[in-house]
């Protein structure tokens, strides 16, 4: 069970995050900046096909992103939270800046999520007397920068030992940890090869196995794999999503909603089928 706000989420089955990308310089051509009746539209839609919560994003993380000041963040962020205020799903907000954190959480937000994993000053008390979910990240350097030297000695143990510190400084503060949520951070710092030994070991990345986030969707590292250019990658985004559940990921934060929830369908069905759930036989 996750709280999130005036939410419990039941993690005993996978969760879909669905992207409401609200910046003008999306990597994956979704962006809505400024056209707030189409964000909703298209959170409306995911909600239709199935997104347990929607994640909105207001400024651009991917590598070499400029980033917005406060006010522009909020400029875009508001009026999309505020009409989706009674839709119904827990809103999720991805920032690390703690004056939108406040106040995002002051108009319904029920969860934060911060690839800074709450390392900006003032992040941290922002939500401790709150009671929203919080999801955790790792990145190596920051979006500027980070695509430029990714290293590791072993990436799976340093990102498994980040995710823990995090999650003990978040405890520490006041945050309960029955509210966190983790993720490895695909693409924050990685190259090819660090993505596939985290997707490979996702399971051991949890430390008193709370919940794990995947944000693989439409990614980079499927591009490498496959070729195949951003607006082409949703097959590989899929095969990945179901490999993420597979090995242990509760949460995955994805474009395609209406897609990768029929995937878990499938992937569900086989699960309960070798548990040997008796309404299958
Ligand atoms: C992630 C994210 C991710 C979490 C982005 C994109 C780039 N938040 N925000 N995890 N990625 N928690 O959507 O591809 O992987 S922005």
């Given at each position: 069970?996750?709280?999130?706000?005036?939410?419990?989420?039941?993690?005993?089955?996978?969760?879909?995050?669905?992207?409401?990308?609200?910046?003008?310089?999306?990597?994956?051509?979704?962006?809505?900046?400024?056209?707030?009746?189409?964000?909703?539209d298209?959170?409306?839609?995911?909600?239709?096909?199935?997104?347990?919560?929607?994640?909105?994003?207001?400024?651009?993380?991917?590598?070499?992103?400029?980033?917005?000041?406060?006010?522009?963040?909020?400029?875009?962020?508001?009026?999309?939270?505020?009409?989706l205020?009674?839709?119904?799903v827990?809103?999720?907000i991805?920032?690390?800046?703690?004056?939108?954190?406040?106040a995002?959480?002051a108009?319904?937000?029920?969860?934060?999520?911060d690839?800074?994993?709450?390392?900006?000053?003032?992040?941290?008390?922002?939500?401790?007397?709150?009671?929203?979910?919080?999801?955790?990240?790792?990145?190596?350097?920051?979006?500027?920068?980070?695509?430029?030297?990714?290293?590791?000695?072993?990436?799976?143990?340093?990102?498994?030992?980040?995710?823990?510190?995090r999650?003990d400084?978040?405890?520490?503060?006041?945050?309960?940890?029955?509210?966190?949520?983790?993720d490895?951070?695909?693409?924050?710092?990685?190259?090819?090869?660090?993505?596939?030994?985290?997707?490979?070991?996702?399971?051991?990345?949890?430390?008193?196995?709370?919940p794990?986030?995947?944000?693989?969707?439409?990614k980079?590292?499927?591009?490498?794999?496959?070729g195949?250019?951003v607006?082409?990658?949703?097959?590989?985004s899929?095969?990945?999503?179901?490999?993420?559940?597979?090995?242990?990921?509760?949460?995955?934060?994805?474009?395609?909603?209406?897609?990768?929830?029929?995937?878990?369908?499938?992937?569900?069905?086989?699960?309960?089928?070798?548990?040997?759930?008796?309404?299958?036989?």
């Amino acid at each position: 069970m996750l709280r999130c706000g005036s939410y419990t989420l039941d993690l005993s089955r996978p969760l879909v995050m669905g992207i409401v990308n609200l910046t003008p310089d999306s990597f994956s051509g979704d962006g809505l900046a400024d056209d707030v009746e189409r964000a909703v539209d298209q959170a409306y839609q995911q909600i239709a096909a199935g997104a347990d919560i929607l994640d909105l994003g207001a400024e651009s993380s991917r590598p070499g992103a400029i980033p917005a000041t406060v006010d522009e963040e909020l400029r875009r962020l508001l009026p999309v939270l505020e009409a989706l205020a009674d839709c119904g799903v827990p809103l999720s907000i991805d920032t690390y800046k703690p004056e939108v954190m406040r106040a995002s959480l002051a108009r319904g937000a029920s969860m934060i999520n911060d690839i800074y994993a709450l390392r900006m000053p003032g992040a941290a008390a922002a939500l401790a007397d709150s009671d929203c979910a919080v999801c955790l990240m790792h990145m190596q350097g920051d979006p500027l920068t980070m695509q430029q030297q990714p290293s590791y000695g072993d990436v799976v143990a340093e990102v498994r030992s980040f995710l823990r510190e995090r999650a003990d400084a978040a405890i520490a503060s006041g945050i309960q940890a029955e509210r966190l949520v983790l993720d490895p951070g695909f693409c924050f710092g990685k190259t090819l090869a660090h993505n596939l030994e985290l997707l490979c070991n996702c399971a051991r990345l949890s430390p008193d196995g709370m919940p794990i986030l995947a944000g693989i969707s439409r990614k980079s590292m499927l591009g490498m794999l496959t070729g195949q250019p951003v607006e082409q990658r949703l097959a590989a985004s899929l095969s990945a999503a179901v490999l993420a559940v597979q090995r242990g990921v509760g949460i995955l934060r994805v474009h395609d909603v209406a897609e990768t929830v029929a995937a878990l369908a499938v992937w569900q069905a086989v699960e309960a089928c070798s548990a040997g759930a008796a309404h299958l036989r």
